[in-house]
């Protein structure tokens, strides 16, 4: 081969690396670290109930869409037996991520029967007897609850019929039709609001005024909403945007047309985030839904709302927040062992083999410059890598691997150097015996990590795809890079035959002929 193509190989390669280096450093990239580097939250959750292993692992997918439409940074979240392990690196507010990834998240839309006072146990001897829903076709109270079902108010609560439904009960509530009788029943536990959604319900209001709200059974559930967004409204308030499904359409038109100028409360695993007055008798598609929003409520919201309910209640079993100072302790102390054994096969190698020794030590730099470069860059992509502390042992181990292809294609130049041939033939062609060596052994390198990362979970294919990538890495700088600087090395009388670090010396060549 050439000079001229052995250089612009050399040239080309060391060009790619660093470039790559330089535009990660130059836009600021760097590797994302994980959870035992960086520190964040471990968290557990078991199902309510026993579930089938298909709808643990859809809980677990709605929950991965959850955490990236956060911004977490590459979350973990895998299901192990009938649990879900979630590993969140770098969160720094767990709490309010914890109750957005284990909320169910289910939205019912449910008419407001009437206002509520407080609850007011009630007194003397006389018991409170349990009273259902009026509503035909309603479930039956469960037996052994001790919680009261409240009955159906004496008529919906209607907007514009206030004063109409205060002469019929006889007192003035205000603003809002609260009736009193409501006061001996206790408000729905927010756990229940599923098991009750065919019944009525009582849930703080959230309004000045009327503590409570009675709602009627589920008119329809957050499954009719095709997607929605968080906005500002034309009034300056946040609000959340949707749009409906072909189907959901036809239901909330249903709806409107029924509970036209009445109150239908949006209620969201037993918050009312919202009753809004139902201002139109069809909707075309879409509407929206107002309510004592700011931005971070609106958003919380409209990802519910777009990444649909779990189809199963979780529960966290295990909370735990890993501290970023011991995560620091062990990447720092990685980085130590790595750096230390690198200075050590780097001193040996240029011991050992001399000029060849610096082709090995500038080889190992080039192939980190590019692996930093390209695993920063893919941290910052869309793919969010995260690099945690069985990714460094991976790294670290591959520097072995790379070594290995030195030491193969050094050892086979010995061999020809010890036939006869001189230091200029026996470049070249010690490289095309060689390579074949090394792309078996890389073979069975990147198969072992491509079986451990299809096979594992967790962390080892953190270790797996680090060890996958540098195996690649070394392949092709074994051929563009190592082979031609060899080369040119190699025909170069003074570079080999120098008399103590000469590459004839490191081959134990009795003479370095040319």
């Known amino acids: 081969?050439?000079?001229?193509?052995?250089?612009?190989?050399?040239?080309?390669?060391?060009?790619?690396?660093?470039?790559?280096?330089?535009?990660?450093?130059?836009?600021?990239?760097?590797?994302?670290?994980?959870?035992?580097?960086?520190?964040?939250?471990?968290?557990?959750?078991?199902?309510?109930?026993?579930?089938?292993?298909?709808?643990?692992?859809?809980?677990?997918?709605?929950?991965?869409?959850?955490?990236n439409a956060l911004g977490v940074t590459q979350p973990n979240i895998i299901t192990q037996g009938d649990e879900i392990v979630v590993q969140m690196p770098g969160v720094k507010d767990p709490q309010k991520i914890l109750k957005v990834l284990g909320t169910t998240a289910q939205l019912y839309f449910r008419p407001v029967l009437c206002g509520a006072p407080a609850y007011s146990p009630a007194t003397g001897t006389a018991k409170a007897t349990t009273t259902t829903t009026s509503t035909p076709g309603a479930k039956k109270k469960p037996t052994g609850t001790p919680y009261q079902v409240p009955p159906t108010c004496p008529s919906p609560y209607l907007y514009t019929a206030a004063a109409d439904y205060v002469s019929q009960v006889g007192w003035d509530p205000g603003p809002y039709a609260v009736d009193p009788a409501y006061a001996r029943y206790k408000s729905t536990s927010i756990t229940d609001d599923e098991k009750y959604e065919h019944q009525n319900v009582i849930f703080p209001s959230g309004v000045a005024g009327v503590p409570r709200y009675v709602l009627g059974p589920s008119l329809a559930n957050g499954t009719i909403i095709k997607g929605a967004n968080a906005v500002l409204g034309e009034t300056g308030g946040w609000e959340v945007d949707f749009t409906l499904t072909g189907s959901g359409g036809t239901i909330f038109n249903k709806i409107a047309a029924t509970y036209y100028h009445a109150l239908v409360a949006n209620d969201l695993d037993g918050d009312i985030v919202s009753a809004p007055l139902i201002e139109a008798q069809s909707f075309q598609g879409a509407g929206q839904i107002t309510g004592n929003f700011n931005s971070a409520s609106a958003s919380t919201l409209a990802l519910d709302l777009n990444y649909g309910s779990l189809p199963v209640t979780l529960v966290a079993q295990t909370s735990e927040t890993v501290s970023p100072t011991l995560g620091k302790s062990s990447l720092n102390a990685g980085l130590i062992a790595g750096l230390l054994g690198l200075v050590l096969v780097m001193l040996y190698t240029i011991y050992y083999y001399r000029a060849l020794g610096i082709v090995v030590v500038t080889g190992l730099i080039t192939t980190a410059a590019f692996l930093y470069g390209f695993i920063s860059m893919l941290s910052a992509s869309s793919y969010g890598l995260t690099l945690d502390l069985s990714g460094v042992v991976g790294l670290i181990v591959s520097v072995g691997i790379t070594v290995d292809s030195y030491v193969v294609y050094f050892e086979r130049l010995k061999d020809e150097v010890r036939a006869g041939h001189s230091?200029?033939?026996?470049?070249?062609?010690?490289?095309?015996?060689?390579?074949?060596?090394?792309?078996?052994?890389?073979?069975?390198?990147?198969?072992?990590?491509?079986?451990?990362?299809?096979?594992?979970?967790?962390?080892?294919?953190?270790?797996?795809?680090m060890l996958g990538l540098s195996t690649l890495v070394d392949v092709a700088t074994a051929y563009f890079f190592t082979r031609p600087l060899v080369i040119l090395l190699g025909r170069n009388r003074i570079v080999a035959s120098a008399r103590h670090v000469g590459i004839a010396r490191g081959l134990a060549a009795s003479e370095p002929t040319q």
């Not at 968290?43 to 991965?64: D, E």
């Not at 060689?434 to 953190?462: E, H, N, P």
Request: overall charge positive.
């Open 1 to 67: 081969m050439g000079r001229r193509r052995l250089l612009a190989s050399v040239g080309l390669t060391s060009l790619l690396c660093f470039g790559m280096l330089a535009l990660a450093v130059g836009l600021s990239w760097s590797p994302h670290l994980g959870l035992d580097l960086e520190g964040g939250l471990s968290v557990v959750f078991t199902p309510n109930q026993k579930v089938s292993s298909t709808t643990l692992q859809n809980a677990a997918n709605i929950m991965s869409l959850r955490a």
């Open 423 to 465: 230091v200029r033939a026996s470049v070249d062609k010690g490289f095309r015996s060689a390579y074949r060596t090394i792309l078996s052994a890389d073979a069975v390198s990147f198969l072992g990590a491509l079986v451990l990362w299809w096979l594992s979970v967790g962390a080892v294919r953190g270790f797996a795809f």
